[in-house]
T-cell receptor, first 114, second 110 residues
Framework: ETGVTQSPTHLIKTRGQQVTLRCSSQ?????VSWYQQALGQGPQFIFQ???????GRGNFPPRFSGLQFPNYSSELNVNALELDDSALYLC?????????????FGQGTRLTVV | EDQVTQSPEALRLQEGESSSLNCSYT??????LFWYRQDPGKGPEFLFT???AGEEKEKERLKATLTKKESFLHITAPKPEDSATYLC???????????FGKGTRLHILP
């Protein structure tokens, strides 16, 4: 098992609400990336945080935002939830702010928007 | 446009029947190509990183190879526990975005 933990594991929200997902990175890792995975699809890159700064973003609207803390843990915030936001949200931890090192994923948070 | 295409979408094999999964990619400035295994309801598990054409890596019954246009994941004498979705992803030089394929669902029958 990796040392990446995500919370909560499952969440049900109503359309229009806001949600915060959390991720603790693996010890020694300074980079956290967030992905959205719809059923039957590959993960889609949302954004990456390196040493508390956003370091790359995918094609997601501004209502998807994030934070990284001094201990390198991270949060993903989604405002004004839409039904299409229902997905598995994955956090990946790596070291170095780039892709020359392996990224290790948490078990994910299953978000259902009703 | 940068993209990753995996084939086949699904593959059923008998235990011991070797095969290969394909990952074709188009990316301007490949930083690395990654293979992951994903079990239902879980996060992807890292398998390999390949950086340049001609590179090969092995782990147990799995072997990954890379050319300038595609990567193959060869599975030799698979067992039922190898059943999973195998994901291919590429990273590009100009930013930190990783692009995943949709995956190949592999089912090994005992």
């Amino acid at each position: 098992e990796t040392g990446v933990t995500q919370s909560p594991t499952h969440l049900i929200k109503t359309r229009g609400q806001q949600v915060t997902l959390r991720c603790s990175s693996q010890s020694g890792h300074n980079t956290v990336s967030w992905y959205q995975q719809a059923l039957g699809q590959g993960p889609q890159f949302i954004f990456q945080y390196y040493r508390e700064e956003e370091n790359g973003r995918g094609n997601f609207p501004p209502r998807f935002s994030g934070l990284q803390f001094p201990n390198y843990s991270s949060e993903l915030n989604v405002n004004a939830l839409e039904l299409d936001d229902s997905a598995l949200y994955l956090c990946a931890s790596s070291n170095g702010g780039g892709l020359h090192t392996e990224a290790f994923f948490g078990q994910g948070t299953r978000l259902t928007v009703v | 446009e940068d993209q990753v295409t995996q084939s086949p979408e699904a593959l059923r094999l008998q235990e011991g029947e070797s095969s290969s999964l394909n990952c074709s990619y188009t990316v301007s400035g490949l930083r690395g190509l990654f293979w992951y295994r994903q079990d239902p309801g879980k996060g992807p598990e890292f398998l390999f990183t390949l950086y340049s054409a001609g590179e090969e890596k092995e782990k147990e019954r799995l072997k990954a190879t890379l050319t300038k246009k595609e990567s193959f994941l060869h599975i030799t004498a698979p067992k039922p526990e190898d059943s999973a979705t195998y994901l291919c992803a590429v990273g590009r030089n100009r930013d930190d975005k990783i692009i995943f394929g949709k995956g190949t669902r592999l089912h090994i029958l005992p």
